[in-house]
């Protein structure tokens, strides 16, 4: 189809050492071989969204549900609200398609999802939205069935969207990283393959993300974006091979950049000897990352839960805090599930329309959270100074 527009606006954003999407939109618009009804798709792209940018008034618009048969999201719809002068974006659904665990691929299966959304979409895509799923950007009602029928006889699903569980995402854990103290996509497998019909059917206040980080460094940042954040730890002492840290001892400054760094000040040298007091180590990482070949987590391996993270949209953004220091992430998983379940009954009970399980907490408090779905209130929950969750009273003893 090529270039249909002038546009000034966008052509600014090129610039610049990164790539931009810019760019790719506008190699979409070159391609030839698109069915008619999409083949203006991207080139209609670049001139809605120059004027978008001009007028500096969005021309989308949320036009109702879209979707396909048997599922409640997955499908984000989207129109223009000017569609006689762009018809090519009249329509612009999102589809979004469950990621694999990791996010990891194989080319051909990749290369037919992508030869599915030319037929059947723009030939845009977003890898990965921030919720996980392959992010299939722009597409036509009467394209959503054709599409999802052909997607999924290949053994592809669609992700959440709206009032559901998300599609689950982790870090590639125990496939690639020795520091995983647990099986991350193995459990996020199971947490998507357990849940399905709270992916697809939407009934809960507002969006639930899992996500499952093999250690603390947390690279999938669970902590700043799922509601539920499994993250992998240890219990017991951290592993030193002091022969190793020796050979450290030649090449870093051990004390600057390990000593002084850890947070709990729990890391002391004697002589060429490392010593670290487990009891006040709180399993940063920040040593055993710095000299990996010297330090190991410990053998014990489990998983500390934390709730509540989520960008701004309703009240401000939150990071996920402690809600279970430790718990043993094995199959079938039961006591994680059982927890799960008990947190979702109270929030759909007490949750708000459009309110995220972390907002409820800061509403109605810490304690009653935790006193509600059956926690026990524990030091490592302490979400930050003045808020301390171990002053429990209730309104009867005050009477007396
Ligand atoms: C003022 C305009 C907009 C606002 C305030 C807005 C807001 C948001 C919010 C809050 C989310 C997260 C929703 C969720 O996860 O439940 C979201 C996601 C998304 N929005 Fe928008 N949006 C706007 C315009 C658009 C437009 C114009 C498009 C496309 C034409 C769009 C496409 C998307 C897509 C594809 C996602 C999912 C991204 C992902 O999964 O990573 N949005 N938007
Ligand atoms: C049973 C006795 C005590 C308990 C259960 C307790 C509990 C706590 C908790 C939960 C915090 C918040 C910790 C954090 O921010 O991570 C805290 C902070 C603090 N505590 Fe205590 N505490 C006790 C006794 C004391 C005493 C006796 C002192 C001083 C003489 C003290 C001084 C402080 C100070 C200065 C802070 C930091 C406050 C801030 O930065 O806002 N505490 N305490
Ligand atoms: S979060 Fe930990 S286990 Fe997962 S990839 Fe990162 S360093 Fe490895
Ligand atoms: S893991 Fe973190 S807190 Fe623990 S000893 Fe190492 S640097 Fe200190």
Not at 236 to 241: F, K, L, Q, T, V
Not at 269 to 275: P, R
Request: proline share 6%.
């Amino acid at each position: 189809m090529g270039k249909k527009y002038e546009t000034p606006l966008l052509d600014e954003l090129k610039k610049g050492a990164f790539p931009s999407f810019v760019t790719e939109i506008e190699k979409a618009a070159a391609r030839s071989g698109m069915p008619d009804d999409l083949a203006s798709m991207a080139s209609d792209l670049l001139g809605h969204t120059e004027l978008c940018f001009k007028e500096k008034v969005t021309h989308w618009k949320h036009g109702g549900i879209v979707g396909v048969r048997g599922y409640g999201g997955g499908v984000i719809g989207r129109y223009s609200d000017i569609p006689a002068q762009f018809p090519g974006v009249a329509h612009f659904h999102t589809v979004r398609i469950n990621s694999p665990s990791g996010f990891y691929y194989q080319a051909d299966a990749l290369q037919e999802v992508m030869d599915l959304w030319d037929k059947h979409g723009s030939g845009l895509t977003n890898m990965h939205g921030s919720t996980g799923d392959m992010v299939m950007l722009g597409t036509r009602t009467e394209h959503l069935e054709p599409f999802f029928a052909e997607v999924s006889s290949r053994g592809w699903d669609l992700g959440g969207s709206g009032s559901a569980m998300r599609t689950p995402s982790c870090c590639l854990g125990m496939s690639r990283c020795e520091w995983a103290n647990i099986d991350t996509m193995a459990i996020t497998n199971d947490i998507t393959q357990h849940y399905q019909d709270e992916m697809h059917r939407p009934a809960f206040p507002y969006k639930f993300k899992f996500k499952v980080a093999g250690c603390p460094v947390d690279c999938i940042a669970s902590i700043a974006r799922a509601d539920m954040s499994v993250i992998g730890t240890w219990k017991g002492d951290i592993r030193i091979d002091q022969a190793e840290v020796k050979e450290y001892a030649k090449k870093m400054n051990i004390q600057s950049e390990v000593i002084d760094m850890c947070p709990t000040s729990c890391v002391t040298l004697s002589g060429s000897e490392l010593k670290i007091d487990n009891s006040q180590c709180n399993r940063c990482m920040h040593c055993i990352a710095r000299m990996p070949k010297a330090l190991r987590p410990g053998t014990e391996k489990g998983a500390t839960l934390l709730i509540g993270s989520k960008a701004p949209i309703v009240t401000g953004a939150l990071l996920s805090w402690v809600i279970v220091p430790f718990i043993k992430m094995e199959p079938p998983y039961e006591e994680f599930y059982d927890l799960i379940g008990k947190i979702w009954e109270w929030w759909d009970e007490n949750g708000k329309n459009r309110e995220r399980i972390g907002e409820l907490i800061e509403r109605v408090s810490f304690p009653k959270f935790l006193k509600e779905v059956g926690l026990d209130p524990h030091p490592a929950m302490i979400k930050e100074p003045r808020r301390d969750p171990f002053f429990f009273w209730s309104e009867e003893d005050l009477i007396k």
